[in-house]
């Protein structure tokens, strides 16, 4: 509590007045009964005061009478008011707009009325400028108020349609739009508070109606929400578009009766061609003179063109009446490539070209698709190449291209000017007019092609150099099937070490492929110094594929030469250029390219039969006296992700002797199972899309009374807990990776049905024990092993210890377990604990079933911490402890490779 003689009290009062005379707005305080003005700030006298000093001046000299009184009456009604718009009068005869504020105070014990003032006119002035721009705009524009839609403003071009009273009824925007398109436009607004293009009919005060695009934005006026819309009349235009779509659906009726048309002429006409052509294949076996022959064979081919022409145009008039429609069924890509190119492959080498294909590593071979439609794309754009090209090659490859697969078909032929490429992939159009004289054609055919890859979802496309060649492309979208081919190599040619020598790379890759997938461990060549220095690095090539381009004097100087398999792009593998004197003297026939890869599979078994001995790793599995009998008429489905595994329990359960499927998932798992019977189900407990637990819920809720699938778990965990969730999960039984050879096999013989040993007792050894002397057996071994890969734990896993059969599993392990450590390191990065857990995981049970130990047992740590809250940089560190790991593994089966390979004699 302060005093009039506290100096503190004092201070604030100097401080009150100082601030009040130097506010840059005029400021009064006032007497509430006469408004005279008691006191003023500096601002308010100089605008105010005037030249007469001692003139006691109020409210009324600057607001007029009128105004003060009511200014008075509204203030003592609430005590306070703001913003009270007012002219503003100086003593200096000016006048200008503003505003007054006021508040009732009590000052030195008297109530006084504290005035502010401020000058408004700019904002006057711009408020001015905006409504002559909104009353001038040549843009139909109107002011609605948001609350009841009622148009409370338009402008001088809006007038012109709506005549607007002010004191007429009260016109919405619904007696302009209508109910529906006002709902719709205000709904739009209120999501954005902006809507541009709004199109809607319009009914003018005229009684005239019109098309009209709106656009609108909310905004406050008077602390009203209203919305200001411009209007454009866009009559004319919907006229032209529906007058067009009139023309446009005439169009496609008369197409549509066109095709129909064609179709129906296509197919009587087909009719009788058939007739023809089978009198024709009778009348050719019968006895005729040579001049009769050749008369036979033009009516032959005459008659052939033809119905390739009628079923050009029956596809044709098929697609333009809407009714072909692409199927989706399972296809192998390879597959389909190669019997395509096969067709046109007697072809290319009557003219002397080289055919050659490649589907590339990156891609599955297991698609959805329609292999009929795909097959006659490509048949008809290999078909041109090699009609167009006279010398050179054909090339077709495939590849990812994103989400989907690009099909290119490149020659060496003839080409075309961009002139000629615009009228392509047009019904009945070829390049010029001396294409159809040389070549012949309808032209049908690349338009076939580009509709039905439309159809598919995707695009062709074509680039072409005149003199130089062709190159077609496409590009469609093909889903990976459910159920995917998977076959572990069994051939007898698997283990060998061959070498690939052809100077094309697409033949070249295309082989060395085809031999993969057989288990050969192979070397590409591309040139003769590339093959001379491969046979230096390793003389004991138990094959090599050579093409007949290379000199064969490679050989000469090997004292154990490989079996050398001759390759030749001639007809019927005849051998032509430069060496074809030199290869005649060896007495190799020729193969001819492109060759089948089943074919290819046994010309090496054939070359190579009696020269690999020992070197051969399953020819117990192989050997009907060697292998055990097959324990079950039904075979078993194998449910597993990881590559390696698959290997592993593949050849594990073919020296066993029992038959089985395999797919990569838990959903393609249940698809199987919906579509064949089988004795047994492994599978995986952590797979993508559906894991082993939840694989096995939804198996026994679909299952019958009577009915019981037996299911093993495969997991890389073992753990007592892990085993408990398995069971719970409905599964029979439990295996920890990496499954001993007789653990399986005993624990098969426990759950196939009916399932008797070799001497017909019952198999009934606990599951349990399976487990728990798996777990015992490697915890037992591992203090012991030195080295980063137990080489003798992998050969009892196998059941085959030979050096060549290791490699090739040790091989697959490195080719797809940097991509799971890859994974683990991204999951680390994004801090994704789930997928890191995931990734690493997979990377332990790979570790385990390559018996690399020590990488095992820092992924089975690391997997442990994942699952627990462990700081992302202790994971981090964990993984580079892997990854130095994985580095000793990899190092150790590069000189296991080395060590293993055949030597010099």
Same mark, same amino acid.
């Given at each position: ?22 506010a840059?707005l005029?400021m ?34 600057i ?5 003060t ?13 703001? /913003? ?26 008297h ?25 001038? +705009? ?32 009260v ?77 446009k ?11 129909q ?42 008659a052939?063109t ?7 145009i ?20 390879r597959?389909?490539? !190669?019997?395509?190119? !096969? ?46 090209t ?13 989400d989907?697969?690009l ?12 002139e ?10 070829q ?6 004289r ?24 074509l ?13 469609? =979208?093909?889903?990976e ?11 007898s ?9 052809d =100077?094309?790379?697409e033949?070249?890759?295309?082989m060395?492929?085809?031999?993969r ?17 491969a046979?230096r ?11 007949a ?7 000469a ?24 004197r ?54 078993i ?21 029992f ?8 959903e ?5 199972l ?7 189900l ?15 819920r939804?198996?026994r809720?679909r ?18 807990? /892990? ?21 399986? !096999? ?68 490195l ?46 740590a ?7 809250? +462990? ?11 892997a ?5 000793d593994?990899?190092?150790f089966?590069?000189?296991?490779h ?8």
């Open positions: 509590m302060t005093t009039d003689n506290d100096p503190s009290a004092e201070m604030g009062k100097d401080i009150a007045i100082g601030l009040f005379d130097a840059p005029p009064m305080l006032c007497a509430i009964e006469d408004a005279a003005v008691l006191v003023a700030n500096r601002r308010a006298q100089e605008l105010f005061a005037g030249p007469e000093e001692g003139r006691t001046i109020g409210l009324d000299d607001l007029g009478k009128e105004t009184t009511t200014f008075l009456h509204n203030i003592q009604n609430g005590g306070f008011i703001d /913003d009270f718009e007012v002219m503003l009068n100086t003593p200096y005869g000016e006048q200008y707009c503003g505003t007054v504020s006021g508040q009732i105070v009590t000052h030195a014990g109530r006084r009325l504290l005035v502010g003032m401020n000058d408004i006119t700019d904002r006057k002035q711009a408020e001015e400028t905006l409504r002559r721009f909104f009353d001038g +705009a040549p843009l139909a524009m109107l002011l609605v108020r948001m609350r009841d839609h009622q148009v409370i403003r338009i402008n001088r071009r809006a007038s012109e349609l709506f005549p607007h009273d002010q004191n007429a009824a016109v919405t925007l619904e007696s302009h739009l209508g109910k529906n398109p006002t709902s719709r436009f205000l709904e739009k607004l209120t999501e954005g508070g902006f809507v541009e293009s709004f199109e809607c009919g319009l009914a003018t005060g005229w009684g005239q109606s019109l098309w009209a695009s709106l656009s609108g934005q909310i905004i406050e006026i008077d602390d009203e929400r209203c919305v200001l819309i411009g209007l454009r009349d866009i009559t004319d235009r919907k006229r032209w578009e529906e007058a067009l779509h009139a023309a659906v005439e169009a496609e009726q008369a197409t549509q009766a066109k095709s048309f064609l179709a129906t002429m296509s197919h009587e006409i087909r009719t009788p061609m058939n007739g023809v052509l089978g009198m024709i294949d009778v009348l050719s076996n019968t006895p005729m003179s040579d001049e009769q022959k050749d008369m036979v064979s033009v009516i032959s081919d005459s052939r033809l119905l390739a022409i009628i079923d050009d029956l596809d044709l008039s098929k697609i333009e009446a809407g009714k072909m429609s692409i199927e989706q069924t399972p296809l192998r890509l597959q389909t490539v !190669e019997t395509t190119v !096969e067709l046109v492959a007697p072809l290319a080498r009557a003219k002397g070209l080289e055919i050659a294909w490649r589907v590339s590593p990156d891609l599955a071979d297991d698609y959805l698709g329609d292999p009929t439609r795909l097959r006659q794309i490509l048949l008809n754009l290999l078909s041109n190449a090699v009609k167009f006279d010398r050179g090659r054909v090339i077709v490859r495939l590849g990812p291209a994103g989907r697969i099909f290119e078909i490149e020659d060496t032929g003839i080409g075309m000017t961009e000629q490429q615009a009228r392509l992939f047009q019904p009945f159009s390049a010029d007019a001396s294409t159809t040389r070549f012949g054609g309808t032209g049908l055919g690349l338009a076939i092609c580009k509709k039905l890859v439309n159809m598919m979802d995707g695009d062709i496309a680039s072409s150099v005149v003199g130089e060649g062709s190159r077609f492309s496409f590009a469609i =979208p093909l889903a099937a459910p159920i995917k081919t998977i076959r572990a190599p069994v051939s040619i698997s283990g060998l070490a061959m070498l690939v020598a =100077p094309l790379a033949s070249r890759g295309c060395a492929d085809a031999l997938a057989q288990g050969v461990l192979v070397t590409e060549v591309g040139d003769a110094q590339s093959a001379a220095s046979l690095s390793n003389p004991r090539f138990d094959a090599a594929l050579v093409d381009t290379f000199d064969p004097a490679i050989f100087d090997m004292e154990d030469p490989p079996a050398v398999l001759l390759i030749s792009a001639e007809k019927d593998g005849a051998v032509s250029g430069d060496y074809a030199q290869w005649s003297e060896t007495g190799l026939t020729g193969l001819a390219k492109p060759i089948r890869w089943s074919a290819l599979t046994r010309a090496v078994m054939a070359a190579t039969d009696g020269a690999n001995g020992d070197h051969d790793p399953v020819a117990a599995a192989n050997d009907p006296t060697a292998r055990k009998t097959v324990k079950s008429d039904l075979p489905l194998i449910a597993e992700d990881n590559h390696t595994n698959r290997i592993v329990i593949a050849r594990q359960l073919d020296y066993l002797g038959s089985y499927d395999m797919v990569e998932d838990g393609a798992a249940l698809t199987a919906a579509e064949k019977r089988y004795a047994l492994l599978a995986d407990c952590r797979m993508p899309k559906l894991d082993g637990y939840a694989l096995t939804c198996i809720e299952e019958e009374d009577g009915q019981h699938l037996p299911v093993v778990a495969l997991t890389a965990n073992a753990l007592a807990d /892990d085993r408990k969730r398995c069971l719970a999960a409905g599964m029979d039984d439990y295996l920890a990776k990496p499954v001993r050879l007789d653990k399986l !096999e005993a624990t098969l013989l426990q759950w196939l049905p009916s399932a008797p040993n070799e001497d017909g007792a019952s198999d009934t050894a606990p599951p349990s024990a399976a487990y728990g002397e798996q777990v015992h057996s490697t915890a037992e071994r591992a203090p012991h092993i030195a080295e980063p890969v137990d080489c003798d734990a992998l050969g009892d896993l196998l059941g085959d210890n030979s050096p060549e059969l290791l490699s090739t599993v040790l091989a697959s392990f080719e797809f377990f940097p991509a799971l450590l890859e994974r683990a390191v991204t999951a680390v990065e994004n801090q994704n604990r789930e997928a890191l857990h995931d990734a690493v995981h997979a990377a332990k049970g790979a570790a385990r079933s390559a018996c690399a130990p020590e990488l095992a047992a820092i992924l089975a690391l997997e442990e911490k994942a699952g627990s809250q +462990a700081a992302f940089d202790e994971l981090g560190r964990d993984l580079d402890l990854g130095k790991a994985y580095a593994v990899r190092d089966i590069g000189a296991y080395a060590k293993t390979a055949p030597a010099d004699s």
